[in-house]
């Protein structure tokens, strides 16, 4: 079984999108079950309903899973394994207080060596402190695991001292929890974050000891670290501060789940083609493809196939996701996509359009009120029903207000449009036509 195992403490990152997507593809190539574990150990950072949040995402995005577990209700079963763990002495209890801790991590830092537990503190300040936390016996050998992306990583036995699986409180710390879940659902591939690599040994020491204290077989998870995801101009970790990063903040800006899928799946890979689905993708990607660099979030590119996607869907398509009230309203979009990326963009070209125009707010000369104002009048005793063709409309327009040239044209966009630049008109007149009475209405013209 494979699993996807978001925290409840903030908006769903592109990071972790990408790790469940491909989470999902390799579960669907292996034919094994996905599962969903929602970390929610952590209750001073769960924030509420981001649970519900994040399961609807991961649907949006059209990855589904076979089992959904909140890894809360395992806790009992955490405490259970850890006193298996110190019963056979696995695992032993550490009265070392914070201060203490403190003080040896400072002298290692004034002595340029790195901090590491020795088990012979464990009961030093058993009197001041009572309330002693747990800690997983560390490794006295190397160990190293076979990564899919990074290739072998070694970490030797100074790197391995004992840590906590049990806070002063009884909580399984997050390495624990985690790895305990692995254990109890026999997950047998992991594909998560880079971030995650150093947590990987602890993890497999605390598999290795459960296998043991349970007397089953230990079998060795295949482990694949996703690269980072790098801000384009900064070169440094996206973070919660780049807009970008947020899953959520995509999607609000128009930028269709398809896209987004498309454009992580494709993050360090070169894929057979630049534009598909998810479910495509599951026919070829290949994990052992993905390059181990990290990858920078290139936005442009993103653009670039989002509007590959909303070219292919179809009418209705684009009206239901534009709430289109009409399918001529879904056409003219349709046209409007020559020049717009996102369906926010589609969004405010029409609304401009069907919405009253401000024809004070275009400062294209002292005399452009006046034109747009005028024009406007004078398209008021025209009959658009039956002036079919845009040549036609023109001509007439033309003559009932004595305007040419750019007196009339730039007018006349903002008319039909409420912008200044953007597709020929004789291309938006239908539609002019059609919606007259929504298009061509002016805002506040009293009181001018
Ligand atoms: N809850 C962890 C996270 O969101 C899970 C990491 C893992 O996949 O093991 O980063």
Same mark, same amino acid.
């Given at each position: 079984m494979l699993r996807f195992a978001p925290s409840p403490t903030g908006d769903m990152h592109i990071g972790n999108l990408r790790a469940a997507l491909l989470n999902f593809i390799v579960a669907k190539q292996l034919q094994r079950p996905l599962m969903v574990r929602?970390? *929610?150990?952590d209750t001073a950072r769960n924030i509420p309903h981001k649970d519900q949040e994040i399961l609807e995402l991961l649907s949006t995005m059209g990855i589904s899973w076979d089992q959904l577990v909140y890894q809360s209700a395992n806790v009992a079963t955490h405490i259970e394994y850890a006193q298996k763990l110190l019963d056979q002495g696995l695992a032993f209890y550490c009265h070392c207080t914070l201060e203490f801790l403190e003080e040896q991590k400072q002298r290692a830092l004034q002595e340029k060596r790195p901090f590491r537990y020795h088990d012979a503190w464990a009961f030093l300040q058993q009197q001041s402190n009572p309330h002693p936390v747990v800690r997983l016996r560390g490794s006295t050998q190397a160990l190293d695991f076979t990564d899919q992306i990074k290739g072998v990583i070694h970490f030797e036995p100074h790197e391995l001292d004992s840590f906590v699986i049990?806070?002063? *409180?009884?909580t399984p710390t997050y390495n624990f929890a985690c790895a305990c879940d692995d254990f109890t659902y026999k997950i047998s591939y992991i594909i998560r974050g880079e971030d995650h690599v150093s947590n990987t040994p602890k993890q497999i020491l605390i598999q290795k000891a459960l296998a043991q204290v349970l007397g089953v077989a230990y079998h060795q998870i295949t482990y694949a670290h996703l690269p980072l995801i790098l801000n384009h101009e900064t070169g440094k970790k996206m973070s919660k501060r780049d807009a970008a990063s947020s899953v959520s903040w995509l999607l609000q800006q128009g930028f269709l789940p398809q896209s987004v899928a498309n454009y992580l799946i494709s993050l360090g890979y070169s894929p057979p083609k630049d534009v598909f689905d998810l479910e495509e993708s599951c026919a070829w990607f290949n994990l052992?493809?993905?390059?181990g660099a990290n990858a920078r979030f290139d936005l442009a590119y993103l653009r670039h196939l989002n509007h590959k996607h909303l070219s292919k869907l179809t009418l209705e398509e684009l009206q239901t996701l534009l709430k289109l009230d009409h399918p001529s309203k879904a056409k003219l979009a349709q046209l409007f996509l020559e020049d717009s990326s996102t369906l926010q963009e589609l969004q405010g070209k029409l609304k401009a359009m069907f919405s009253p125009k401000d024809i004070r707010q275009d400062y294209e000369g002292e005399n452009f009120y006046d034109h747009c104002y005028h024009l406007y009048r004078a398209l008021q005793t025209l009959n658009l029903g039956q002036l079919e063709d845009f040549t036609h409309f023109k001509q007439a327009a033309m003559q009932a207000s004595q305007l040419k040239g750019k007196d009339f044209f730039k007018p006349l966009r903002i008319l039909f449009t409420?912008?200044?630049?953007?597709?020929e008109l004789s291309l938006l007149y239908p539609f002019v036509r059609a919606f007259a009475s929504e298009i061509l209405v002016l805002k506040d013209v009293h009181g001018s």
């Amino acid at each position: 079984m494979l699993r996807f195992a978001p925290s409840p403490t903030g908006d769903m990152h592109i990071g972790n999108l990408r790790a469940a997507l491909l989470n999902f593809i390799v579960a669907k190539q292996l034919q094994r079950p996905l599962m969903v574990r929602i970390e *929610d150990t952590d209750t001073a950072r769960n924030i509420p309903h981001k649970d519900q949040e994040i399961l609807e995402l991961l649907s949006t995005m059209g990855i589904s899973w076979d089992q959904l577990v909140y890894q809360s209700a395992n806790v009992a079963t955490h405490i259970e394994y850890a006193q298996k763990l110190l019963d056979q002495g696995l695992a032993f209890y550490c009265h070392c207080t914070l201060e203490f801790l403190e003080e040896q991590k400072q002298r290692a830092l004034q002595e340029k060596r790195p901090f590491r537990y020795h088990d012979a503190w464990a009961f030093l300040q058993q009197q001041s402190n009572p309330h002693p936390v747990v800690r997983l016996r560390g490794s006295t050998q190397a160990l190293d695991f076979t990564d899919q992306i990074k290739g072998v990583i070694h970490f030797e036995p100074h790197e391995l001292d004992s840590f906590v699986i049990l806070r002063a *409180d009884k909580t399984p710390t997050y390495n624990f929890a985690c790895a305990c879940d692995d254990f109890t659902y026999k997950i047998s591939y992991i594909i998560r974050g880079e971030d995650h690599v150093s947590n990987t040994p602890k993890q497999i020491l605390i598999q290795k000891a459960l296998a043991q204290v349970l007397g089953v077989a230990y079998h060795q998870i295949t482990y694949a670290h996703l690269p980072l995801i790098l801000n384009h101009e900064t070169g440094k970790k996206m973070s919660k501060r780049d807009a970008a990063s947020s899953v959520s903040w995509l999607l609000q800006q128009g930028f269709l789940p398809q896209s987004v899928a498309n454009y992580l799946i494709s993050l360090g890979y070169s894929p057979p083609k630049d534009v598909f689905d998810l479910e495509e993708s599951c026919a070829w990607f290949n994990l052992a493809k993905l390059s181990g660099a990290n990858a920078r979030f290139d936005l442009a590119y993103l653009r670039h196939l989002n509007h590959k996607h909303l070219s292919k869907l179809t009418l209705e398509e684009l009206q239901t996701l534009l709430k289109l009230d009409h399918p001529s309203k879904a056409k003219l979009a349709q046209l409007f996509l020559e020049d717009s990326s996102t369906l926010q963009e589609l969004q405010g070209k029409l609304k401009a359009m069907f919405s009253p125009k401000d024809i004070r707010q275009d400062y294209e000369g002292e005399n452009f009120y006046d034109h747009c104002y005028h024009l406007y009048r004078a398209l008021q005793t025209l009959n658009l029903g039956q002036l079919e063709d845009f040549t036609h409309f023109k001509q007439a327009a033309m003559q009932a207000s004595q305007l040419k040239g750019k007196d009339f044209f730039k007018p006349l966009r903002i008319l039909f449009t409420g912008q200044a630049h953007g597709l020929e008109l004789s291309l938006l007149y239908p539609f002019v036509r059609a919606f007259a009475s929504e298009i061509l209405v002016l805002k506040d013209v009293h009181g001018s």
